[in-house]
């Protein structure tokens, strides 16, 4: 039961997505996934609270019925896996790599001693790494279904994205967001990085996209991100050289935001910026 004025967890079937695949959604917070294949049941990302975990894993239970439970993180941003500590032992947890150094980093303490003293639905934390890590990719072989984890940095440097070929479904994660996504930092090597990512996702030819900010499954979400980043140092170079192209004038669509969502993506449309300046700024090879 979720308790009032806290975020609770909802199930959320997907329109014309295959059943195997469903959301998890905490709202104006964050999607997990379910992905139920033949071998086991993956759940990708355990949200931002152990409490939060627990909903979910009540919510599969029939799911996981049978089944063995692999645990995916996307990559280690607090709303994505400060829900670890639900499946400690539970099932393996797996994630890139860099993760391990990120969980265990000052930003990341720095991050949940400013949550728990704003909010005591932070309390039950634990940095939680993952248990299995890898590098580059790393194949998940579920008899039915394929599961595909794809390092793609730029958001974080961590950051893993889950294609599944044969349903042609991408879960991008936090690397494709609308009406942008946010840069690790405003230089231009998050800036490479991030537009690297989304190539690559976009490479799949991807019939649905799933990004865990946004609640769509349109896979042009990839093509208008690629567009804006691509545009900042291409067709919007001169306004960005003088600092003036505004958040309005490169997202005129965005009128229904809320207060809070637009302050955040203005701040995510700055730190573009800067690493757009910073990428023109850096001479011809």
């Not at 490169?250 to 910026?273: I, M, S």
């Amino acid at each position: 039961m979720t308790s009032p004025g806290r975020p609770g967890v909802h199930k959320q079937v997907l329109p014309g997505l295959d059943p195997r695949i469903f959301a998890l959604r905490v709202p104006d917070e964050v999607d997990g996934f379910v992905v139920r294949t033949e071998r086991f049941v993956a759940l990708v990302d355990t949200l931002s609270t152990p409490e939060l975990c627990e909903q979910a894993l009540d919510l599969i239970a029939d799911e996981t019925a049978g089944r063995p439970l692999l645990v995916i993180n996307t990559h280690a941003d607090w709303d994505h896996v400060w829900g670890n500590a639900a499946v400690e032992g539970r099932a393996p947890v797996i994630g890139h790599r860099s993760a391990t150094s990120r969980v265990r980093s000052a930003r990341a303490q720095d991050t949940l001693r400013a949550k728990r003293a704003s909010d005591d639905r932070f309390a039950r934390v634990r940095l939680v790494t993952p248990s299995v890590t890898f590098d580059t990719s790393l194949s998940l072989d579920g008899g039915d279904l394929t599961l595909e984890l794809l390092h793609t940095p730029g958001h974080t440097p961590d950051h893993i994205a889950v294609w599944i070929p044969e349903l042609r479904v991408c879960l991008a994660g936090d690397t494709a967001e609308d009406p942008l996504p946010e840069l690790w930092e405003g230089d231009a090597a998050s800036l490479e990085q991030l537009t690297a990512s989304l190539d690559l996702l976009r490479s799949l030819e991807p019939d649905h996209v799933l990004p865990s900010h946004g609640g769509t499954t349109d896979p042009a979400l990839l093509d208008r991100n690629l567009r804006h980043l691509s545009g900042l140092t291409g067709r919007h170079a001169d306004a960005v050289r003088a600092g003036g192209l505004s958040f309005e004038a490169a997202f005129p669509d965005t009128t229904e935001l809320t207060t809070g969502a637009r302050a955040f993506y203005e701040a995510c449309h700055h730190k573009a910026l800067r690493a757009a300046a910073a990428t023109l700024a850096s001479p011809a090879d």
